[in-house]
């Protein structure tokens, strides 16, 4: 059974920092690239950062120079480091592991999600 479980979420104030970690189990992890979307109310859900097996990472120009991907393929995780959070980082993060062998094309599976709240 795959399982993608986000912690780290919470309330912080503008200018403030959070780390989102996602523990994924019942995936060949290095067989999956990464990533964290978020979702605003009322918006769609959008892509916020990506990170494959080797380390090579995309992300949004909304978050760029804030926020850094990364992973551990050794503990079969994945961090969002936020930092300079502004109130429009509100939101649902979702952590997403999208195949990307021969044999795990096709496959996306997602977390519950972590909410977090910029306010002061």
């Known amino acids: 059974q795959v399982q993608l479980v986000e912690s780290g979420g919470g309330l912080v104030q503008p200018g403030g920092s959070l780390r989102l970690s996602c523990a994924a189990s019942?995936?060949?992890?290095?067989?999956?690239?990464m990533g964290w979307y978020r979702q605003a109310p009322g918006k769609e859900r959008e892509l916020v950062a990506t990170?494959?097996?080797?380390?090579?990472?995309t992300s949004s120009d909304s978050v760029k120079g804030r926020f850094t991907i990364s992973r551990h393929n050794f503990l079969n995780r994945v961090y969002l480091q936020m930092d300079n959070l502004k109130p429009e980082d509100t939101a649902v993060y979702y952590c997403?592991?999208?195949?990307?062998?021969?044999?795990?094309?096709?496959?996306?599976?997602w977390g519950q999600g972590t909410q977090v709240t910029v306010s002061s």
């Open positions: 990170i494959t097996s080797s380390d090579g990472t």
């Open positions: 997403n592991a999208h195949g990307t062998t021969a044999w795990t094309t096709g496959r996306d599976y």
């Open positions: 019942g995936i060949s992890f290095r067989d999956y690239r």
